[in-house]
């Protein structure tokens, strides 16, 4: 799963934030509540550090991500939060 740090600029009230995702989707205003907001910015923050037999495990770069193991065997992230 890729991990993308979107940047937005709101369009209404020009504050700017970012925020975590795993795409780089559209959000809402955290100071004005805009609607469908657009990045104007995004970082991947994905690495693929190595290859496990057929698996690629994927070490994201960011602190609010921690990695976790699936039921089928397959390594997966989650958000912190
Ligand atoms: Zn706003």
Same mark, same amino acid.
């Given at each position: 799963m890729a991990w993308f740090l979107n940047h937005y600029l709101c369009y209404r009230c020009d504050t700017p934030w970012t925020d975590e995702w795993s795409c780089m989707c559209d959000d809402d205003c955290p #100071?004005?509540?805009?609607? #469908?907001t657009s990045p104007y910015k995004s970082k991947d923050?994905?690495?693929?550090i190595e290859k496990d037999g057929d698996t690629f495990v994927v070490y994201p770069d960011s602190p609010r991500i921690r990695r976790t193991s699936l039921p089928n065997g397959a390594i997966g992230i989650l958000p912190n939060g």
């Amino acid at each position: 799963m890729a991990w993308f740090l979107n940047h937005y600029l709101c369009y209404r009230c020009d504050t700017p934030w970012t925020d975590e995702w795993s795409c780089m989707c559209d959000d809402d205003c955290p #100071h004005c509540g805009a609607r #469908h907001t657009s990045p104007y910015k995004s970082k991947d923050l994905t690495t693929v550090i190595e290859k496990d037999g057929d698996t690629f495990v994927v070490y994201p770069d960011s602190p609010r991500i921690r990695r976790t193991s699936l039921p089928n065997g397959a390594i997966g992230i989650l958000p912190n939060g």
